[in-house]
């Protein structure tokens, strides 16, 4: 079965750091680019960043660039979100997704959920 | 950055009906687009890929139809299970992923 497990999520205050995990099984993991996606509680979807196959390119969304990092590890299957500088405004449920060939988000993890608060 | 515009923003219909909804680019995606159904409290689902094309196991019922700026999804005939958030992502560039702000479809 395809699939992504984030892992990592909690409570954390303004200023602090949290690392995301997902494991990715069931397909060739190294084979597919792979993303983070965000929702705010009661909010929309925002794409968060996308890293390449072999980790030579990674892309942020302006709202975090310069305080995450998403890298990867092929051989463990996993992909991560190393998260600093955490603000109250990155309150979310963060998503793995993989990023298919046709440009589309085609498979999701159930989610982990990130609160930034004192 | 390319903006996307969903609307409406709500929609409420009844089963059997054909419910449409848009969404508008600010500047030219070709055909990169793609329409997802979201759930509450689970994560989205691909419907829709490349504007129209559909995605394995997703009824027929679903069609995706545009390019270039204007796109629509489809739904023939509105089952009591479609219910749900629905929306659309344009990809421009590795850089560049945007997403519609939503809209809630509620069965009446």
């Known amino acids: 079965e395809v699939q992504l497990v984030e892992s990592g999520g909690g409570l954390v205050q303004p200023g602090g750091s949290l690392r995301l995990s997902c494991a990715a099984s069931g397909f060739t993991f190294s084979s597919y680019w792979m993303s983070w996606v965000r929702q705010a509680p009661g909010k929309g979807l925002e794409w968060v960043a996308n890293i390449k196959q072999d980790e030579s390119e990674k892309y942020y969304a302006d709202s975090v660039k310069g305080r995450f990092t998403i890298s990867r590890d092929n051989a463990k299957n996993s992909l991560y979100l190393q998260m600093n500088s955490l603000r109250a405004e990155d309150t979310a449920v963060y998503y793995c997704?993989?990023?298919?060939?046709?440009?589309?988000?085609?498979?999701w993890g159930q989610g982990t959920t990130v609160t930034v608060s004192s | 950055d390319i903006q996307m515009t969903q609307s409406p923003s709500t929609l409420s219909a009844s089963a059997g009906d054909r419910v449409t909804i848009t969404c508008r680019a600010s500047q030219s995606i070709r055909s990169w687009l793609a329409w997802y159904q979201q759930k509450p409290g689970k994560a989205p689902k691909l419907l829709i890929y490349?504007?129209?094309s559909l995605e394995s196991g997703v009824p027929s019922r679903f069609s995706g139809s545009g390019s270039g700026t204007e796109f629509t999804l489809t739904i023939s005939c509105l089952q009591p299970d479609d219910f749900g958030t629905y929306y659309c992502?344009?990809?421009?560039?590795?850089?560049?992923?945007?997403f519609g702000q939503g809209t809630r479809l509620e069965i009446k």
């Open positions: 997704a993989r990023l298919h060939a046709t440009n589309a988000f085609d498979i």
């Open positions: 490349k504007a129209s």
């Open positions: 992502q344009q990809y421009n560039s590795y850089s560049s992923i945007t």
